[in-house]
């Protein structure tokens, strides 16, 4: 368990330009630490899809448009499914406690809405 001042989560916030919870003593995305073996490896095979596209691009004028849009929309998809476990984890972990106060729970499921506009622009 990790716990961080509110001086340490707007640190955070700005070098990660990640929403985090800025409530005083408030635990630091636990779920991402239990799991983080499994985000990696969805992080390295996004990464692994999105050097695949450069390289099909990077092939030259015959490339063909259909393997392109495919990758892309793999790569879609892969982040999708990332965003959908830290969601996922984060909802269960952090808006869903049971030993918060009705105003961090406001403020937590303020922070999802945020990142979820976000996301969906």
């Known amino acids: 368990m990790i716990v961080g001042t509110r001086a340490t989560w707007r640190a955070i916030q700005v070098k ?3 929403l985090f919870p ?19 490896a969805r992080v390295r095979r996004i990464k692994g ?18 393997r392109v849009l495919q990758q892309i929309a793999a790569i879609r998809g892969a982040v999708a499914g990332l965003m959908a476990e830290v969601i996922e984890g984060h909802l269960r972990e952090h808006v869903a406690a049971e030993d918060i106060s009705a105003e961090q729970r406001h403020d937590e499921i303020e922070e999802v809405v945020t990142v979820l506009r976000t996301y969906l622009k």
């Open 16 to 18: 990660t330009k990640v």
């Open 22 to 40: 800025s409530t005083l003593n408030h635990v630091l995305m636990t779920h991402t630490v239990k799991g983080q073996k499994g985000l990696i």
């Open 49 to 66: 899809q999105a050097d695949a596209l450069e390289r099909l691009i990077e092939s030259g004028e015959d490339m063909d448009c259909g």
